[in-house]
């Protein structure tokens, strides 16, 4: 059985900092590229960002380019998201996902950026 449980989110202030993380299971972790996605509250789902089976390639949306980075360890079945000098508009759930079909979602995180 395919499971995402991501962790890490929480209030912060513009400007600040925030590490979620995603542990998986069920499926060989290394073999799959895997993907961070958020989901602001009357918007659709939009890709945030991607990283490749080593970690050698990735991906990221204009909108958290040069601020948010991805990463794995593949030991431990885990991806991460580094978000730094957040911004309101980053206001969202964030689920994290494999890259293959039907490889379905996690509970999310909320991450809310207010003053």
């Known amino acids: 059985q395919v499971q995402f449980v991501e962790s890490g989110g929480g209030l912060v202030q513009p400007g600040g900092s925030l590490r979620l993380s995603c542990v998986a299971s069920?499926?060989?972790?290394?073999?799959?590229?895997m993907r961070w996605h958020r989901q602001a509250p009357g918007k659709e789902r939009e890709l945030v960002a991607e990283?490749?089976?080593?970690?050698?390639?990735?991906n990221y949306a204009d909108s958290v380019k040069d601020r948010f980075t991805i990463s794995r360890d593949n030991d431990k079945n885990t991806v991460y998201l580094q978000m730094n000098n957040l911004k309101l508009e980053d206001t969202a759930v964030y689920y994290c996902?494999?890259?293959?079909?039907?490889?379905?979602w996690g509970q999310g995180t909320q991450v809310t950026v207010s003053s």
């Open positions: 996902t494999a890259g293959f079909r039907n490889a379905g």
């Open positions: 990283i490749s089976t080593t970690g050698f390639h990735v």
């Open positions: 069920g499926f060989t972790f290394n073999m799959y590229y």
